[in-house]
Each structure stands twice: as structure tokens, then as C-alpha cells.
T-cell receptor
Framework: GQSLEQPSEVTAVEGAIVQINCTYQTSGFYGLSWYQQHDGGAPTFLSYNALDGLEETGRFSSFLSRSDSYGYLLLQELQMKDSASYFCAVRPGAGGYQKVTFGTGTKLQVIP | DSGVTQTPKHLITATGQRVTLRCSPRSGDLSVYWYQQSLDQGLQFLIQYYNGEERAKGNILERFSAQQFPDLHSELNLSSLELGDSALYFC?????????????FGSGTRLTVV
């Protein structure tokens, strides 16, 4: 099976940098992805890491260490609109039919 | 608009009733996934279909069932509804069999059982 751990809540100041960690235990691992969800909205895909290292997409970066079963999402130059829940998710295998398991989510509150 | 269409957006029904939630995946996507999200909870995987066939099953209750039709749209049937079934139900689709660019989620169906 798969289990993922993330902090339940994080608070950060507008304009600052925040890191949301995710550790996972899986029977198979092919990649780690991140999703953003605003209250009542649909989750939206942010990033995907299959290899160790940092992937950067604008203000958001995602990091993966396969040997440590660990990843993080880094949000820079925080904006009020970044207040949302962030989910990490593990893909266990290569096939497109492999189901992804989501973490319980981290609620990020950005304060002025 | 993500390209994944879910209907209805809201549904209010009584305990013991049966409802059907509908999902049309993004054009070209063969896989459809159903997730349940209760208040302030994570996304619980229910079931997945790939090109009309069931491919993976999660914590789906026996009262729930789903299918994917030849045109690739999917329906999730919930029967003998209980108060605890009140939740957001999301459908997601993904690109294809060998590549992965993340799921695309629909806007969800908010089910309220009273």
C-alpha cells in the first residue's frame, strides 16, 4: 500500500517563501506530484517529479529525493491567492492506468 | 474550464435514495478516476476505469458502483445513501497509457444527503 505524510497546516507571510514537505511509504514508486486546491474547488496539477532534484515552474518549485522517500513543494514570493490546500501524490508504477494516492493535504494560509 | 465535465454540480437527496453522478473526460483521455472528498479531508480514491475496463479499486463501498461507456464518459452510482456519504465527488482523467502529466480534475459534484 501507500501512505503519505504532510503537515496539516502552514501559515506564511505574503512575499515570503514557504516549503511544504511530503514523506511517503509506498510499495512501488514512479513519481511524486503536487496539486493545489482552493476551498470548494477542483484540485489542479502543479508539478511532477520522477527523478531526484528540483523542478522549477515560475514561483513554484518541487523537489524529490527518492533515496529519502521525501519531497517538497517550494512557493516563493507568496501571494494571498496562494492560500489553498496542497496535496502531494504518489504514482506507484509506469503504466498510465496506475492509480495515484494522495496525501491528506496541507492547508496554507498566507497572511498580510 | 479543465475539459473534464461533471454533472450535476450540486445534488441534495434523502437517505436511502440512489443517485448517479456523471463525468465526461478531457478529449483524448482514456482513464477516468473517481475520488471522494469529505469535509476538510483528503482525496479518497474510489475506482478507476481505463478505456472501458475497471483497472483499480480503492475504498469503494459495495453500495457504490461505476462504469465507463464506449464514448468514455463514466457514471458513479451511489445507492442506499447515508448521511456520511455527503461529500464532494471528483472525477479526473489522465492523458494516456504510457505518459503521465498529472490528472485533470472536474469541478466536482457536491452531494448532500439529508
Amino acid at each position: 500500500g501507500q501512505s503519505l505524510e504532510q503537515p496539516s497546516e502552514v501559515t506564511a507571510v505574503e512575499g515570503a517563501i514557504v516549503q511544504i514537505n511530503c514523506t511517503y511509504q509506498t510499495s512501488g514508486f514512479y513519481g511524486l506530484s503536487w496539486y493545489q486546491q482552493h476551498d470548494g474547488g477542483a484540485p489542479t496539477f502543479l508539478s511532477y517529479n520522477a527523478l531526484d532534484g528540483l523542478e522549477e515552474t515560475g514561483r513554484f518549485s518541487s523537489f524529490l529525493s527518492r533515496s529519502d522517500s521525501y519531497g517538497y513543494l517550494l512557493l516563493q514570493e507568496l501571494q494571498m491567492k496562494d492560500s489553498a490546500s496542497y496535496f502531494c501524490a504518489v504514482r506507484p508504477g509506469a503504466g498510465g492506468y496506475q492509480k495515484v494516492t494522495f496525501g491528506t493535504g496541507t492547508k496554507l494560509q498566507v497572511i498580510p | 474550464d479543465s475539459g473534464v465535465t461533471q454533472t450535476p454540480k450540486h445534488l441534495i437527496t434523502a437517505t436511502g435514495q440512489r443517485v448517479t453522478l456523471r463525468c465526461s473526460p478531457r478529449s483524448g483521455d482514456l482513464s477516468v478516476y473517481w475520488y471522494q472528498q469529505s469535509l476538510d479531508q483528503g482525496l479518497q480514491f474510489l475506482i478507476q476505469y481505463y478505456n472501458g475496463e475497471e483497472r483499480a479499486k480503492g475504498n469503494i463501498l459495495e453500495r457504490f458502483s461505476a462504469q465507463q461507456f464506449p464514448d468514455l464518459h463514466s457514471e458513479l452510482n451511489l445507492s442506499s445513501l447515508e448521511l456520511g456519504d455527503s461529500a464532494l465527488y471528483f472525477c479526473a482523467s489522465s492523458v494516456g497509457h504510457r505518459s503521465f502529466y498529472g490528472y485533470t480534475f472536474g469541478s466536482g459534484t457536491r452531494l448532500t444527503v439529508v
